[in-house]
């Protein structure tokens, strides 16, 4: 059974602060993204790696860096958390071949104030 | 541009009725077709997948159903439950590079 998790379910943090968020697969799987989700804008990328030390910017990189040092974690990091950063993060990973189905974490809603 | 329309955005039915949810997309070149259950506070979980010589593809009371012609898709729900209370999300896949689109998500609440 596939298993995602993500370090924390909510979270609370103040502007300006470095925030990590930490996503840990279980099924060897080579790719593995970041999201964000927000009320009536649906899921956007953020960023993806398909490889260990490899990353890809996605659709709203903006504010975020990633880490993949090992292949069954990829770390999101907020350098300086800001207001419009609060929202709901999501994890995922895939096999780069196949169907490419994802599989998400649970989520990490955080609150930045 | 690469989109993908999903309608209604929330839909409110009562236990045992059907119902079905539109996704159409403007992606290509096309690929597969996914959708996903996304129940509060937990993320997303495949459904069906459809690739574009399918036309129908069930999974228990959830039917699939693409016209890859006309860029459509639709998911029809058969005596609903009160746990299929969710967000349906549609992701369309590209052939190039592998990209995702996401559709915005319909939120059905289904009432006793």
């Known amino acids: 059974d596939v298993k995602v998790t993500q370090s924390s379910r909510y979270l609370v943090k103040r502007t300006g602060e470095k925030v990590f968020l930490e996503c840990v697969q279980d099924?060897?799987?080579?790719?593995m993204f970041w999201y964000r989700q927000d009320p009536g804008l649906g899921l956007r990328l953020i960023y993806f790696?398909?490889?260990?030390?490899?990353?890809e910017k996605g659709d709203i990189p903006e504010g975020y860096s990633v880490s993949r040092e090992k292949k069954e974690r990829f770390s999101l990091i907020l350098e300086s958390a800001s207001t419009n950063q609060t929202s709901m993060y999501l994890c995922?990973?895939?096999?780069?071949?196949?169907?490419?189905?994802?599989?998400f974490g649970p989520g990490t809603r955080l609150t930045v104030l | 541009k690469n989109q993908v329309e999903q309608s209604p955005q929330s839909l409110i039915i009562l236990e045992g009725k059907n119902c079905t949810l539109q996704?159409?997309?403007?992606?290509?070149?096309?690929?597969?077709l996914r959708w996903y259950k996304q129940d509060t506070g937990r993320g997303p979980v495949s459904l069906t997948i459809?690739?574009?010589?399918?036309n129908t593809k069930s999974n228990g009371r959830y039917t699939a159903t693409l016209d890859a012609d006309t860029k459509q898709s639709s998911l029809h729900i058969t005596a609903s439950q009160l746990s299929d209370s969710a967000s349906y999300i549609c992701?369309?896949?590209?052939?190039?590079?592998?990209?995702?689109?996401f559709g915005r998500g319909t939120q059905l609440t289904v009432w006793p």
């Open positions: 996704c159409n997309y403007t992606v290509s070149p096309f690929s597969n």
């Open positions: 099924m060897d799987h080579e790719n």
């Open positions: 992701v369309v896949r590209g052939s190039t590079l592998g990209r995702l689109y």
């Open positions: 459809m690739t574009f010589s399918e």
């Open positions: 790696s398909y490889d260990v030390k490899m990353k």
């Open positions: 995922a990973s895939s096999f780069f071949r196949g169907n490419n189905e994802q599989f």
